[in-house]
């Protein structure tokens, strides 16, 4: 029997105020989770020069070990795809060994994660990687871009040969493995927001005469190759992907997503994965009835909440059951899991939110904004 099935088992005890289907637990993959939140990836640029995560991710994240599910942030799984300063990396021992003490911590406190694969591609900069960025095409993202001397203009990225391609194929199917080895449930491939596998799905950044460009089969092959690559590494149920369809993250334009996204989806469908997890996703949208009637197995829906500016009141809650409603399996918040360790409980309980503080995010590094945030007091109420 598939265990990707998702099977609510759920009995509502005292603590519940409320029996929403958010804190139901289910399966996926081979997991057990405790409820439907996921903590959506986050890049907060707290690793080492080198990639390597330190002491104090591994208590962020164990922080926040109450959610079903945590998708730590974009890793990149070669050299060459690293996109900011102090991104974490998973591509040599040191790596692993420093995922290791975040693994651990997360599961002493009750949690499981899986880990996101991230190739930038055009989002890199010689000054950070000490590669020059390969993509699919020679178009630069306009603008500025982080380095770890300040921001600095773009550059043209190179486009990969296909022997390059392939070595990159290799290289997030040898990133997954050095992740489990870390102790990581799986691993989430990033398709989504404009990195690498996006570039190439989008006709606006992707102009090659190739077999990876031109037509839809031509431009979801590299995510699909990439996916089978990871699959016969780890398993299926422990890989997920994501995408973005439409999203306009880092300069990203695609006018074809009705074609490209249900072409990439049937490509994947059968291989039994653990899960697809959908970006900023719209129950209203035809898209997303599209995409939940062309993917079989378990779906995880990012709810698009404003953005930038203030998160609602709810931290999403009302989002996340009309998403549920419409058909997803799992619901991933990020923001809100940032802002608030405890953010199930909130959820539950209705309890008030940490209000956000932006300037600590990203590229700063260090424990404000990071792991101080406080939980509820757990004598009160
Ligand atoms: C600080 C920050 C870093 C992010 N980094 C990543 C990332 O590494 N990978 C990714 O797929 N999405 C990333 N995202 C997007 C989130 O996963 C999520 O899709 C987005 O925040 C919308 O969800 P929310 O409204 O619940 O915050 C990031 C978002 C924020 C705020």
Do not use: C, K
């Not at 699919?136 to 001397?149: E, L």
Request: glycine share 10%; no cysteine; proline share 8%.
């Amino acid at each position: 029997m598939s265990t990707n099935t998702l099977v609510p088992t759920h009995t509502p005890t005292e603590t519940d105020r409320t029996d929403s289907p958010l804190f139901r637990p289910a399966r996926l993959g081979g997991l057990r989770l405790a409820n439907r939140l996921v903590m959506a990836p986050m890049t907060r640029n707290r690793a080492s020069a080198t990639g390597v995560p330190e002491a104090i991710t591994a208590t962020y994240y164990a922080q926040r070990a109450s959610a079903g599910l945590i998708i730590a942030e974009a890793t990149t799984p070669n050299a060459v795809g690293a996109t900011y300063p102090n991104i974490p990396a998973i591509h040599d021992d040191s790596h692993v060994a420093g995922w290791r003490t975040v693994t651990e911590a997360v599961r002493a406190a009750g949690g499981q994660m899986f880990l996101q694969l991230q190739h930038g591609g055009r989002v890199g900069h010689p000054e950070t990687s000490g590669h020059h960025p390969l993509a699919p095409s020679p178009v630069p993202m306009p603008g500025t871009i982080v380095t770890p001397s300040g921001h600095r203009e773009n550059v043209v990225p190179r486009a990969m040969t296909e022997q390059e391609i392939g070595a990159t194929v290799a290289d997030f199917a040898a990133a997954a493995r050095r992740a489990v080895d870390a102790g990581f449930a799986g691993v989430e491939i990033h398709a989504a927001n404009g990195y690498l596998l996006h570039q190439f799905l989008s006709r606006h950044t992707n102009h090659r005469t190739d077999g990876y460009g031109g037509s839809v089969a031509n431009r979801v092959r590299l995510t699909v190759e990439v996916v089978r690559a990871v699959v016969e590494a780890i398993g299926a149920e422990r890989v997920g992907v994501r995408v973005a369809p439409g999203v306009t993250a880092n300069a990203m334009a695609e006018d074809d997503v009705e074609d490209v996204y249900p072409a990439l989806l049937g490509a994947l469908d059968g291989l039994g994965l653990a899960y697809l997890h959908v970006v900023f996703a719209d129950p209203d949208q035809p898209l997303f009835r599209t995409l939940r009637e062309a993917w079989s197995g378990p779906l995880i829906a990012n709810p698009a909440l404003p953005w930038p500016g203030p998160l609602p009141a709810d931290g999403g809650r009302d989002a996340a059951e009309r998403l549920l409603d419409a058909g997803a399996d799992l619901v991933s918040l990020g923001r809100s899991f940032l802002a608030n360790p405890d953010l199930v409980t909130r959820l539950r309980t209705g309890a008030p939110l940490n209000p956000i503080r932006d300037a600590h995010l990203m590229y700063v590094g260090g424990e404000t904004g990071y792991t101080d945030y406080p939980a509820l007091d757990p004598t009160l109420g």
